[in-house]
């Protein structure tokens, strides 16, 4: 075993010494130890309960020969984060969340891991961190909130919250109605109720095969996601007490680049966040597996929409998925159209992808459509290039509330919190193309989420006649013409931050373009008179992040060679 390194021999007495005062016996030593990987945080609505769910994992792992090790990992809530300087450490945080999963787990020399997150950038984290140390780890999240219901019927969740805020300003919703939907829209524990990215994130790993099956979408606080919680300890217990099955199942050896496209291919049946793209590219580098950015556009091509969740479809939620038959029956029907999935691959429960999918069917075609029935025969992202992205830059094509073409004239923004307050004063006119600049990894520093100013256009009526781009990034809860990611960012010089209010900016999603139709001789001179703003960075750790911080194309990875 692994741990033997820190448990066996006379010269490791005082390893053993130590672990006694932590309350092991002399027969501990010969037992498989487990790293429980616990993301509990009292103030994320998907984490608070989380210690009661590492209880009932120690106990189920002691009940089947094994030693359990819990600790535990940060975790910001991007919603809370939203809107202020908070939200510039949210995806740096994805980052001390890896690195603490690669240190507790090295430095200890544990056998195994269950990892435990739900949220926002805490799974991608944990993902990471476990591939680094590649040791069997099996994931098993919080769970889904219930979606939220108004006194009249209505279904709501966060983002009904922050297109509210829009109405509001806009005249168009009372205070009363907007206190209604801040008390009902997030009912109880669990990650946000929609498609948005901790759903997204905690589907694909699913889909990937590194979580048991229903994980996606069994909703939180219930007796089904407490069984996942039990099954998963029995099984990482089996894994580890098996020499030939800990060589078997490390998460290398399923987290592989088969695993990475259907994890793609599942993202666009059911169009998740634009966020998985930065995620998985973060990943997939972690899992030493090459996959460039223009790959997505070909499985893209290649895949049907067949699941539309709110933001898309605002009365769909994940309880309505899990009803319908889960992450299973999207992949089953999917898998249909022949060489699109990679029912081959390997998932932690010892079964193929093919053999978990093979009893799966579509519950409710109202849910989840059949691939005749599809909402487009395209998936729900694109990846645009153009000479405003020439690395590229992402848009969920399944949020798209007007054309999917789009001419309009530049009103450019130079962080996000001056983009909230033109958008609060009417400076954003019908035909406009926002450009919301230097909120990249580097630039921001952190990459902020915009959230807060694409429900702002949502919520005044000008999701269809406007378009919005920024290299910073969006919620999974954002829908419009929302680009996000755009690479090189305006902190390198990229020609996001070249670009001047009143410049034409052309998209289209078909073809995959994005321009600002400037002549290369003027887009020359504008570039050698360019010069990085100055910025006020809040805090120690967003420096050392914006020195190290690369941009969206590859993930926004931390670089490890300079």
Known sequence: MRSDEIKKGFDRAPHRSLLRATGLRTEDFDKPFIGVANSFIEIIPGHFYLNKYSEIIKEEIRKNGCI????????????????????????????????????????????????????????????????????????????????????????????????????????EMTKERLFELECKACPGGGSCSGMFTANSMNTLIEAMGIALKGNGTVLALTKEREELLRIAARRICEIAKDEKLTEKFRIKNILNERAVKNAFVVDMAMGGSSNTVLHMLAIAREAGVDFNIKKINEISKNVSHIAKISPSLSHIHMEDINRAGGVSAVMKEISKRGGVLDTENLTIEGESIGDRIQDADIQDETVIHPLANAYSKVGGLAILFGNLAEEG??????????????????????????????????????????????????????????????????????????????????????????????SPEAAEGGMIGLVKDGDEIFIDVDTYKIEVLLSDEEIAERRAAWKMPEKEVPGKWLKMYSLLASNASVGGVLKTEL
Do not use: W
């Open 68 to 171: 359990p090790f819990e600790f535990n990992t940060i975790g910001v809530d991007d919603g809370i984060a939203m809107g202020h300087d908070g939200m510039l450490y949210s995806l740096p945080s994805r980052e001390l969340i890896a690195n603490s999963i690669e240190t507790v787990m090295n430095a200890h020399k544990l056998d195994a891991m269950i990892a435990i997150p739900n949220c926002d950038k805490i799974t991608p984290g944990m993902v990471m961190g476990a591939l680094r140390v590649n040791v069997p780890t099996v994931f098993v999240t919080g769970g889904p909130m219930k979606k939220g219901v108004l006194d009249d019927g209505t279904q709501v969740d966060l983002a009904t919250v922050f297109e509210g805020i829009g109405m509001f300003e806009k005249g």
């Open 393 to 486: 830059c992402v848009i969920k094509t399944a949020g798209i509330v007007g054309e999917r073409s789009f001419k309009g004239k530049a009103v450019c923004f130079n962080s996000q919190p001056e983009a909230i307050e033109g958008i609060k004063k009417g400076k954003v006119k019908k035909g406009d193309v926002v450009v919301i600049r230097y909120e990249g990894p580097k630039g921001g520093p952190g990459m902020q989420e915009m959230l807060s100013p694409t429900s702002l256009i949502m919520g005044m009526g000008l999701g269809k006649d406007v378009a919005l781009i920024t290299d910073g990034r969006f919620s999974g809860a954002t829908r419009g013409l929302s680009i996000g990611h755009i």
